[in-house]
């Protein structure tokens, strides 16, 4: 069973930068649901949506629009990580950020993924 675990949320004023980190656990040589991971972040009073989701085999990654190329994703395989660098925060990035695995483009866009951390509190002030 794959857990991950999620840490680096944090305050920050308008501008700041951020890096949250992913750990991911319970990988064995026949996992595959790590295949794609993904970033998601909920909002007081919003949907979840998606921030990213990689398909690192195939060095594919898919941004949301909103990112607009702030937001830098990486993957650590020796160190079971993945990381969500963000740069030049703004207050609408406030949310609580999301570590996810096993999930498809239409999962992705719906807001849903197979595994889930428990998230992380990003909070950006003006």
């Known amino acids: 069973q794959v857990q991950l675990a999620e840490s680096g949320g944090g305050s920050v004023q308008a501008g700041g930068s951020l890096t949250l980190t992913c750990a991911i656990s319970g990988i064995t040589p026949k996992t595959t649901s790590t295949d794609s991971m993904a970033w998601f972040r909920q909002a007081p009073g919003k949907k979840r949506e998606g921030v990213v989701l990689a398909y690192d085999g195939d060095n594919t990654f898919i941004w949301g629009d909103f990112v607009r190329g702030r937001f830098t994703y990486t993957r650590d395989s020796t160190q079971n990580t993945v990381a969500l660098q963000m740069n030049d925060l703004k207050p609408e990035d406030t949310a609580m950020y999301y570590c996810?695995?096993?999930?498809?483009?239409?999962?992705?866009?719906?807001?849903?993924?197979?595994?889930w951390g428990q998230g992380t509190q990003v909070t950006v002030s003006s």
């Open positions: 996810a695995a096993s999930v498809s483009f239409s999962a992705w866009n719906s807001g849903k993924a197979d595994y």
